[in-house]
């Protein structure tokens, strides 16, 4: 069983006897000796004595927040990490994936494709070609003049 037992301050146990006027409720300049100013200048108050960084201003805020909402923040901020982390892990290995079968598989394809249009394009002025020679010789021979 726990006994709970009340200490009073000594300064409220030993009442000082009153004196004449109630001269004990004024107050005294010699019972503030203690509440004096370490600054005394005006100009060191724009002095700082330490430079924090922004990581100890940081860590410092580390005590406000309660150990169950820092565990809920850790969590979620894990969480959110790995997710980004993975999507951008599969989606550079998707864009791998793309351009090298772009590049295996079109770039050929295209070259094929631009090489059959040129014999295509040979074929016909060929073609050309021999209808305008069949053309001059059904003419007969007859030249005909220029202008």
């Keep these: 069983m726990v006994r709970l037992e009340e200490v009073e301050d000594e300064t409220f146990v030993d009442k000082p006897v009153s004196s004449s006027g109630d001269a004990l409720l004024m107050d005294d300049d010699a019972d503030y000796t203690d509440t004096d100013s370490e600054i005394s200048d005006a100009s060191d108050l724009d002095s700082t004595p330490y430079e924090e960084s922004i990581y100890d201003r940081i860590t410092a805020l580390k005590d406000i927040v309660s150990p169950t909402t820092r565990a809920r923040l850790s969590s979620a ?17 998707g ?15 295209a070259l094929a494709l631009q090489d059959e249009q040129m014999v295509q394009e040979e074929e016909r002025q060929r073609q050309l070609m021999t209808e305008g020679q069949s053309g001059l010789m059904n003419a007969g021979g007859e030249a005909k003049p220029a202008l």
């Design 95 to 109: 864009l791998w994936i793309i351009t090298t079968s772009v590049l295996l598989l079109g770039l050929p394809y």
């Design 77 to 93: 901020f894990s969480t959110t990490y790995n997710a980004t982390s993975k999507s951008l892990t599969f989606g550079g290995k």
